[in-house]
Structure formats: C-alpha cells, structure tokens
C-alpha cells in the first residue's frame, strides 16, 4: 500500500496513535487542571490551616499532578515510538511494491520472450 493510500486508509498502528495522541491530550489537560486546583488549595487555605486532612489533600493532589504529568510524558514516548514504526512500516511497504512492480515485470518479458513461437524457443 503506497503512502496515499494509507493515508485514506489508515493502518492498526495509525488508529492506536490517534487514540494515544486523544488520550495524551486529555491526561495532560487533567494535569493542568490538577495544577490548578492545587495552586488554589496551596494559596486560597492559609497556611495555619493545612493541617491534617487539608495537608494532605494538598499533599495527594501534588503527587497525582505529578503521576499524571509522567503519564503524560510516557504517552508522548510512546506515540514517537509508533510514529516511528509506521515510518518504518510505509517504507518497506513502498519498497515491498517496488520490488513487486520490479518482479512483475520481469516474469512479464520472460513470458514474453518465451511464447510458444516466438523467442529462442522458436529456433
């Protein structure tokens, strides 16, 4: 299949990179978000007040800031790594094709040179 064609039908591996591409923008939406409502929390609760369970609140929303933004960023590697591999892939499928167009070829003007009556079989 050449790169044009792929393009109007994409591939298992172009859908499951849409899907992490989807999926990383809404985690790091989520994190940003997160950001957000734990700079609230630090700023809006004066600080004699983050005790207890208000600390930790503020506490669980930075370590799930953080975990989402790794997230995140595991998600971008591995969408590189897919778009890497589909690279890969269309290049040897466009080499798979010339090789088949070249092979093609070839067993056409053996069988033309070879016809019943024709060529050095007619001799």
Do not use: W, Y
Not at 74 to 79: H, I, M, R, S, T
Not at 87 to 107: K, P, V, Y
Request: hydrophobic letters at 40%; proline letters at 2%; aromatic letters at 0%.
């Amino acid at each position: 299949m050449s790169q044009a064609q792929n393009a109007i039908h994409p591939t298992a591996l172009e859908h499951a990179l849409d899907q992490n591409e989807a999926i990383q923008e809404a985690v790091e939406q989520s994190a940003a978000e997160l950001c957000v409502v734990n700079a609230v929390l630090t700023q809006e609760v004066p600080a004699h007040l983050q005790t207890g369970e208000v600390a930790q609140a503020i506490e669980r929303t930075e370590e799930l800031e953080n975990r989402i933004q790794q997230s995140a960023d595991d998600l971008a590697q591995v969408n590189l790594a897919l778009k890497e591999e589909i690279r890969l892939r269309a290049e040897l499928e466009d080499q798979l094709a010339c090789a088949q167009a070249a092979l093609d070829q070839t067993q056409g003007q053996f069988k033309a040179k070879h016809r019943p009556g024709q060529g050095s079989a007619a001799r």
